[in-house]
């Protein structure tokens, strides 16, 4: 009885792993055979021109001839048959502007994300930057601009940014409370 060593199995394991990892990787991106909207382009290309040049040559075939005979064979074969491709041609290349649509819109989405993530952190420093200087709003103490009605934490995002502010005792203001930070619920 042969055995062999768990680590020569891991090996062998990782490996098929790995293999199985890039074939997946290859099929998702669509490398192995070039893009597959690219290929949409190209094949839609191809048949709608192909199937008018198809229907020309066949109106040319039944119009050449007075008989009713000769002209069904040219309005099948390139009547319909060009017709089908013109249409097939239309479909594959409406899947390829689809294609470029979705691309788009999900780069865009991707952009949107990314930006309203930098405006988190933005705001989230500049309100940590706010708290670090000093002001926060333990003890009753809050903050006002000078010809506001409205008292708010420091920390709110309505006047974190301000240098203007003055401090405000909540019990000894007739401010009223911000509705965005709430500063009365918490004390």
């Given amino acids: 009885m042969t055995t062999t060593s768990p680590g020569i199995r891991r090996v062998g394991a990782e490996s098929r792993f790995s293999r199985l990892a890039e074939q997946v990787r290859a099929v998702r991106s669509g490398t192995r055979f070039g893009r597959p909207d690219a290929w949409m382009l190209y094949v839609g290309g191809t048949l709608m021109p192909l199937g008018v040049l198809l229907v ?11 008989f009713t005979f000769e002209q069904t ?30 691309r788009e819109s999900r780069q865009q989405s991707e952009e949107l994300n990314a930006a309203i993530a930098r405006l988190e952190s933005a705001l989230a420093g500049a309100a940590a ?9 333990s003890n009753g103490a809050f903050v006002a601009t000078p010809s506001g009605s409205i ?32 500063p009365l619920d918490e004390q």
């Fill in 129 to 137: 930057g706010g708290a670090v200087a000093g002001r926060t709003g």
């Fill in 151 to 182: 008292f708010h934490r420091p920390d709110c995002t309505v006047v974190v940014a301000r240098t203007d502010l003055t401090r405000v005792d909540a019990n000894k203001t007739k401010l009223e409370p911000c509705r965005i930070c709430t």
């Fill in 56 to 66: 020309i040559l066949g109106w040319l075939g039944a119009a050449h001839t007075p």
């Fill in 73 to 102: 064979p040219y309005l099948i074969s390139g009547g319909l048959l060009g017709l089908a491709l013109v249409v097939a041609g239309g479909f594959v290349y409406f899947g390829y502007w689809q294609t470029i649509r979705i």
